[in-house]
């Protein structure tokens, strides 16, 4: 048998080992889930708070395209000609060589029989009366343009392309003026459109120096 001494001895030194053996103890449930809940709350207000204070990115304001305009096209511009040596009949700022055809029998053969006009060449007619008359197209090898000029030394009207009948037996139309006029310029066909002359443009003569001829 041991000694009492020695039996409290043992029994003190099986109580704290025993102690030391002893798990500490783990949260309940409800505390577990109330650290859980707290944890997603608070990464939740974390998330949040980013999202409000991220800052937005700026959308890109489109560039206008600027539409573009059509210009206008410009008007064609004359070149004013050097006034031709002798007798000459200038229409707006195109100038002309001319022949005068101021007596009956001149303008009645005009340029019949011609086989060419040289280029802005012409025949002005001159009439005693003051007033063109009617015009065909008798043996005329060539076709014409026709410049009818007013008293007022302006181009009153324009003929444009008469063509030379094909054979001496073709009907022969008459031409005249639609406004009344007080010469004729005759000149080769096209030159009107190709010169750019116009009813309305002023009409001067230079160098002609016969009566009736005023402008």
């Excluded at 000694?3 to 500490?24: D, K, N, R, Y």
């Excluded at 086989?115 to 060449?121: E, M």
């Excluded at 000149?187 to 116009?198: C, D, P, S």
Aim: charged share 15%.
């Amino acid at each position: 048998m041991l000694p009492a001494l020695a039996l409290a001895t043992l029994a003190i030194a099986a109580c704290q080992g025993s102690t030391s053996e002893v798990a500490q103890p783990s949260p309940t449930p409800s505390v577990a889930t109330a650290i859980q809940r707290t944890a997603t709350a608070t990464t939740s207000l974390s998330t949040a708070t980013a999202a409000a204070t991220r800052v937005p990115t700026p959308t890109q304001t489109p560039t206008p395209t600027a539409t573009p305009r059509l210009l206008p096209s410009p008007s064609p511009t004359r070149t004013p000609t050097a006034l031709p040596k002798g007798p000459a009949v200038v229409v707006g700022n195109v100038s002309f060589g001319a022949e005068i055809a101021n007596t009956p029998a001149l303008r009645s053969r005009g340029l019949s029989g011609r086989p060419n006009l040289p280029p802005q060449t012409g025949m002005l007619f001159i009439f005693e009366s003051g007033m063109a008359s009617n015009f065909w197209m008798n043996e005329m090898l060539v076709s014409l343009d026709f410049v009818w000029i007013g008293a007022d030394c302006t181009v009153v009207d324009v003929t444009e392309n008469v063509p030379h009948p094909e054979t001496a037996t073709s009907s022969l139309p008459l031409f005249h003026s639609a406004r009344p006029a007080a010469f004729t310029f005759e000149i080769n066909a096209g030159e009107v459109e190709a010169l750019g002359l116009a009813i309305g443009d002023d009409v001067r003569f230079n160098g002609i120096d016969v009566d009736g001829a005023d402008c």
